[in-house]
């Protein structure tokens, strides 16, 4: 199985501030991974898929890249409704694996 | 809108049988592959089962295979997991979700609220 390791899994930050969280994976993917939010008792929420792809409706400030091993997601300018665990996947090849999370706080 | 409405679930002893079901609204639910992810308590998501629009193919995640069973009705729009033979670690939230894409390749874009499965004695 392909193994997702996200950096950091746990990060404080202020509102405006920009933030990048990284997903590394255990071999390459190509281009097949997609980022997620999630709020506690929530579902998640696709943000990005095929590394780099803003799905419809995700503000502009949310951006991905990256390609074989190495990914990220940035978001430019943290908005108060942005503190939530963020989860990268893949979706190179069954079965469909999850990183562990990486839950942005408040500072 | 796309809805997605997740049921069935509920506190079980180990060992004994449970049946999940997603009702699907707002969309062609005939047109689309179908997952279901679980998150244990505290823990992250992990990927349980695919089914495709027609049925014609399953995958599970190791943990699951032989336990449990993906179906759908597409008549009534509906998805299922049976799950037999539970265990304490299949204690989580299970949300279905649907597939972005045709390939697979672009992840989950419409998720439910998620039912709560409990396994314990």
């Known amino acids: 199985d392909i193994q997702l390791t996200q950096s950091p899994s746990f990060l404080s930050a202020s509102v405006g501030d920009r933030v990048t969280i990284t997903c590394r994976a255990s071999q390459g993917i190509s281009s097949y991974l997609a980022w997620y939010q999630q709020k506690p008792g929530k579902a998640p929420k696709l943000l990005i898929y095929a590394a780099s792809t803003l799905q419809s409706g995700v503000p502009s400030r949310f951006s991905g890249s990256g390609s074989g091993t190495e990914f990220t997601l940035t978001i430019s300018s943290l908005q108060p409704e942005d503190f939530a665990t963020y989860s990268c996947?893949?979706?190179?090849?069954?079965?469909?694996?999850f990183g562990q999370g990486t839950k942005v706080e408040i500072k | 809108q796309v809805q997605l409405v997740e049921s069935g679930g509920g506190v079980v002893q180990p060992g004994r049988s449970l049946r999940l079901s997603c009702a699907a609204s707002?969309?062609?639910?005939?047109?689309?592959?179908m997952h279901w992810v679980r998150q244990a308590p505290g823990k992250g998501l992990e990927w349980v089962a695919l089914?495709?629009?027609?049925?014609?193919?399953?995958f599970y995640a190791d943990s699951v295979k032989g336990r449990f069973t993906i179906s759908r009705d597409n008549s009534k729009n509906t998805l299922f997991l049976q799950m037999n033979s539970l265990r304490a670690e299949d204690t989580a939230v299970y949300f279905c979700a649907r597939s972005h894409s045709s390939t697979y390749k672009n992840g989950f874009d419409f998720w439910g609220q998620g039912t709560l499965v409990t396994v314990s004695s």
């Open positions: 089914i495709s629009y027609d049925e014609s193919s399953k």
């Open positions: 996947q893949q979706l190179h090849s069954y079965p469909w694996t």
């Open positions: 707002g969309f062609t639910f005939s047109n689309y592959a």
